[in-house]
């Protein structure tokens, strides 16, 4: 089992800023890791998600222009600074890793989950 936990949810008025951490203690042979975020009675959506050896990203078309996945240099700490933050984006968020790549915004391509933080919007 992989560790992974999340930090920096919080509330934040729309149009506000929040980033997200996430650490994968002892853990740096993922190919990828990504973010979700779910609400109560919906499916988990991934918003974005990043390609360790390459960089590459990939971001959901809600958060594109107002979200950035990163990570830092050992690839054990994953980042999503979010920006221009609204009300629909209140969700729990959930990073996630795997060993292999694909499926990058699929649910199904990740093994690894944290257990959430929640991050809420609103005036």
């Known amino acids: 089992q992989v560790p992974l936990m999340e930090s920096g949810g919080g509330s934040v008025q729309p149009g506000g800023s929040l980033k997200l951490s996430c650490e994968a203690s002892g853990y740096t042979d993922s190919a990828k890791m990504g973010w979700f975020r779910q609400v109560p009675g919906k499916e988990r959506e991934g918003i974005a998600a990043?390609?360790?050896?390459?960089?590459?990203?990939l971001y959901a078309d809600s958060v594109q222009g107002r979200f950035t996945i990163s990570q830092n240099n050992a690839k054990n700490t994953l980042y999503l600074q979010m920006s221009s933050l609204k009300p629909e984006d209140t969700a729990k968020y959930y990073c996630?890793?795997?060993?292999?790549?694909?499926?990058?915004?699929?649910?199904?391509?990740?093994?690894?989950w944290g257990q959430g933080t929640q991050v809420t919007v609103s005036s």
């Open positions: 996630a890793a795997a060993p292999n790549l694909g499926w990058l915004l699929r649910e199904e391509g990740y093994n690894y």
């Open positions: 990043i390609e360790n050896q390459s960089g590459r990203t």
